[in-house]
């Protein structure tokens, strides 16, 4: 019984024999382990411990390796923390540069989030929304990209990748790209990317662009949150360059503007001196045309009372007759006007004589001749006649006058003469005076006519230039005239349309229709206190229109004086000043002027 009991009792002290040297080489790993990990070899093995079993079986080395774990993990987001903060401080950097360019800040951007991230590629798309109408995507900046890719900088909204990324305000993420969606160029060649990360840059849920980016290598859930966040910033960025781009586009126009208004002012204070100018040119030859007309008026009254005349169309129908023609060819006025200029035509005349007639004036040219008329009365009167043509700008005949001279008493003379000559060769002498004295007296009237033709022609140019001007002031100034008490007597059609009244609503109202209730009244009382007196006033008026609404005018109001120097109406040609501040402006220096007049 006794050795039985030895030898069981050595079995059992091996066996604890072994277990200790067990623990013993355990502890050594364990420190060897530690160590390791403590000089930060956190893939240092645990020797005696290999497998998921033997951990199993030795909590004392499961818990180390687990202590592993954790700490590579912790290591591990810890690295991942430091990366997304130094990328964070990193961008912020980039992001307060100064750059001349927009172009330059999101080139830069680009192609530093590409090396940050260690994408192989990159894109960025910046909204341009400049016209609500049509809002894209622009892409602005690219790193890598094969410019093939994009065969369109713009990119529609919902249009690809970029535009699903934008209306749907979320990254896209696709790790099986198609074959055909973009290659990357390497040493090897051309090779497909493993993954595509499409994401928005946003500022408050607004989406300002779209970022893409191409990898070999897939992008971890970490870098994917550091770009979101980034985003952000970039957003953020790109919404200030924009707003300093506007700004600085919108300053440039403000300076450009100012110019232009400057340039404008200075133009229309040459154009305010050269239209004073042209005013007192016009009111003098104004003037000078009263005094041309007057002393026409005089040669024609003369004219009237000792010639003969008429007008007629190109086809020879009487337009005009004078008294002098209705008393020697017995035709009323009623009766002659209408007719054909051949009622006086005289059968003795030939036709040769008619036909040299037209001819001559037809081409422009003066005819003159002397011959045989037909009264109403059958009867017989002679005539020395001048008949010219009136020529338009192009020098063709509109229109024909005709002056002829009563020489019925002359022609008697002459017959008379000739007779004379014939049954009395004894008063030879005498009848050779007579007639000397009578071509003296045909070539004073020929000298006459001519001096009436010559005043004919500068009458009819004048009424041309007259009508010339008369068509100038109805494009470029407001023309009015009224009685004495201010009641319109006339308007031009300037003054319908800058006051938008018709002429029949104004022909017989008083002046004051336009009156504009923020004008003193003082300013009207001087103005009737200057033109009655005779005299011309001008000033800055504030008028109203139809509908309410007003315009300035340059106004030159001037009497019409009659023989005793009494004023027997007015008449009103103003300038219409479309700048207000301009206006007022000049209103405002002419009540400095008449500030004593208005007291």
């Given at each position: 019984?006794?050795?039985?009991?030895?030898?069981?009792?050595?079995?059992?002290?091996?066996?604890?024999?072994?277990?200790?040297?067990?623990?013993?080489?355990?502890?050594?790993?364990?420190?060897?382990?530690i160590q390791?990990?403590?000089?930060?070899?956190?893939?240092?093995?645990?020797?005696?411990?290999d497998?998921?079993?033997?951990?199993?079986?030795?909590?004392?080395?499961?818990?180390?390796?687990?202590?592993?774990?954790?700490?590579?993990?912790?290591?591990?987001?810890?690295?991942?923390?430091?990366?997304?903060?130094?990328?964070?401080?990193?961008?912020?950097?980039?992001?307060?540069?100064?750059?001349k360019?927009?172009?330059?800040?999101?080139?830069?951007?680009?192609?530093?989030?590409?090396?940050?991230?260690?994408?192989?590629?990159?894109?960025?798309?910046?909204?341009?929304?400049?016209?609500?109408?049509?809002?894209?995507?622009?892409?602005?900046?690219?790193?890598?990209?094969?410019?093939?890719?994009?065969l369109?900088?713009?990119?529609?909204?919902g249009?690809?990748?970029?535009?699903?990324?934008?209306?749907?305000?979320?990254?896209?993420?696709?790790?099986?790209?198609?074959?055909?969606?973009?290659?990357?160029?390497?040493?090897l060649?051309?090779?497909?990317?493993?993954?595509?990360?499409?994401?928005p840059?946003?500022?408050?849920?607004?989406?300002l662009?779209?970022?893409?980016?191409?990898?070999?290598?897939?992008?971890?859930?970490?870098?994917?949150e550091?770009?979101?966040?980034?985003?952000?910033?970039?957003?953020?960025?790109?919404?200030?360059?924009?707003?300093?781009?506007?700004?600085?586009?919108?300053?440039?126009?403000?300076?450009?503007?100012?110019?232009?208004?400057?340039?404008?002012?200075?133009?229309?204070?040459?154009?305010?001196?050269?239209?004073?100018?042209?005013?007192?040119?016009?009111?003098?030859?104004?003037?000078?045309?009263?005094?041309?007309?007057?002393?026409?008026?005089?040669?024609?009254?003369?004219?009237?009372?000792?010639?003969?005349?008429?007008?007629?169309?190109?086809?020879?129908?009487?337009?005009?007759?004078?008294?002098?023609?209705?008393h020697?060819?017995?035709?009323?006025?009623?009766?002659?006007?209408?007719k054909?200029?051949?009622?006086?035509?005289?059968?003795?005349?030939?036709?040769?004589?008619?036909?040299?007639?037209?001819?001559?004036?037809?081409?422009?040219?003066?005819?003159?001749?002397?011959?045989?008329?037909?009264?109403?009365?059958?009867?017989?009167?002679?005539?020395?006649?001048?008949?010219?043509?009136?020529?338009?700008?192009?020098?063709?005949?509109?229109?024909?006058?005709?002056?002829?001279?009563?020489?019925?008493?002359?022609?008697?003379?002459?017959?008379?003469?000739?007779?004379?000559?014939?049954?009395?060769?004894?008063?030879?002498?005498?009848?050779?005076?007579?007639?000397?004295e009578?071509?003296?007296?045909?070539?004073?009237?020929?000298?006459?006519?001519?001096?009436?033709?010559?005043?004919?022609?500068?009458?009819?140019?004048?009424?041309?230039?007259?009508?010339?001007?008369?068509?100038?002031?109805?494009?470029?100034?407001?023309?009015?005239?009224?009685?004495?008490?201010?009641?319109?007597?006339?308007?031009?059609?300037?003054?319908?349309?800058?006051?938008?009244?018709?002429?029949?609503?104004?022909?017989?109202?008083?002046?004051?229709?336009?009156?504009?209730?923020?004008?003193?009244?003082?300013?009207?009382?001087?103005?009737?206190?200057?033109?009655?007196?005779?005299?011309?006033?001008?000033?800055?008026?504030?008028?109203?229109?139809?509908?309410?609404?007003?315009?300035?005018?340059?106004?030159?109001?001037?009497?019409?004086?009659?023989?005793?120097?009494?004023?027997?109406?007015?008449?009103?040609?103003?300038?219409?000043?479309?700048?207000d501040?301009?206006?007022?402006?000049?209103?405002?220096?002419?009540?400095?002027?008449?500030?004593?007049?208005?007291?």
């Amino acid at each position: 019984m006794k050795a039985k009991y030895k030898i069981v009792h050595r079995d059992v002290l091996e066996k604890n024999e072994g277990k200790s040297q067990h623990l013993q080489e355990l502890v050594r790993n364990a420190t060897t382990f530690i160590q390791s990990i403590k000089g930060g070899d956190l893939d240092a093995s645990f020797e005696g411990i290999d497998s998921e079993s033997a951990l199993a079986e030795d909590s004392l080395g499961g818990a180390l390796l687990a202590m592993r774990q954790k700490l590579k993990k912790f290591n591990e987001e810890e690295n991942q923390r430091r990366w997304a903060v130094e990328g964070i401080a990193h961008f912020a950097d980039i992001l307060r540069s100064d750059y001349k360019k927009n172009s330059d800040l999101y080139a830069t951007i680009i192609a530093e989030l590409v090396k940050h991230v260690k994408a192989n590629q990159g894109s960025l798309f910046v909204l341009n929304d400049d016209d609500p109408k049509d809002i894209y995507l622009n892409l602005e900046a690219s790193y890598a990209y094969d410019k093939r890719k994009y065969l369109s900088r713009r990119i529609e909204p919902g249009q690809g990748l970029v535009g699903q990324s934008y209306l749907e305000k979320d990254e896209i993420f696709l790790t099986e790209v198609p074959q055909n969606y973009v290659q990357i160029t390497s040493g090897l060649g051309l090779a497909t990317p493993r993954c595509i990360l499409v994401f928005p840059i946003m500022v408050n849920e607004q989406v300002l662009g779209i970022i893409e980016l191409a990898s070999f290598k897939p992008f971890e859930s970490y870098e994917r949150e550091f770009m979101k966040k980034l985003g952000e910033s970039i957003a953020s960025a790109i919404s200030n360059a924009k707003i300093n781009y506007r700004n600085k586009s919108l300053l440039e126009l403000s300076q450009e503007q100012t110019a232009q208004m400057q340039e404008q002012e200075e133009e229309m204070r040459q154009n305010m001196e050269e239209l004073q100018a042209t005013q007192e040119e016009m009111q003098r030859k104004m003037q000078e045309s009263l005094r041309i007309q007057e002393e026409l008026d005089a040669r024609m009254a003369v004219l009237n009372k000792t010639a003969l005349l008429t007008e007629s169309d190109l086809h020879g129908t009487i337009t005009f007759v004078n008294d002098k023609f209705c008393h020697v060819s017995k035709w009323r006025k009623e009766e002659a006007i209408g007719k054909a200029h051949n009622i006086v035509r005289h059968p003795d005349n030939s036709k040769e004589l008619y036909k040299e007639m037209w001819s001559t004036i037809k081409s422009g040219q003066i005819f003159q001749g002397r011959f045989a008329n037909l009264a109403k009365d059958g009867s017989t009167y002679w005539v020395d006649a001048t008949i010219a043509p009136v020529l338009n700008a192009s020098g063709e005949p509109i229109k024909y006058i005709g002056i002829r001279f009563d020489i019925t008493d002359q022609v008697g003379k002459e017959n008379e003469l000739k007779e004379l000559v014939n049954d009395m060769q004894q008063q030879k002498e005498e009848l050779q005076a007579q007639e000397e004295e009578l071509r003296q007296n045909l070539e004073e009237l020929s000298a006459t006519q001519e001096e009436i033709h010559r005043q004919f022609t500068e009458t009819d140019y004048m009424k041309r230039e007259m009508e010339a001007r008369e068509q100038v002031f109805n494009i470029t100034s407001v023309l009015s005239e009224s009685d004495n008490y201010g009641n319109i007597l006339m308007v031009n059609d300037k003054l319908c349309e800058v006051s938008q009244y018709g002429r029949e609503e104004l022909i017989g109202k008083p002046h004051n229709i336009f009156r504009h209730p923020d004008m003193p009244k003082e300013v009207f009382e001087l103005m009737w206190s200057t033109i009655k007196k005779g005299e011309v006033f001008r000033g800055i008026i504030k008028n109203r229109r139809k509908d309410g609404g007003h315009y300035w005018v340059d106004a030159v109001i001037s009497p019409v004086l009659d023989e005793h120097g009494k004023p027997v109406k007015y008449i009103g040609a103003r300038y219409v000043i479309p700048d207000d501040s301009v206006a007022e402006l000049l209103f405002n220096k002419m009540l400095e002027k008449f500030s004593d007049n208005l007291k």
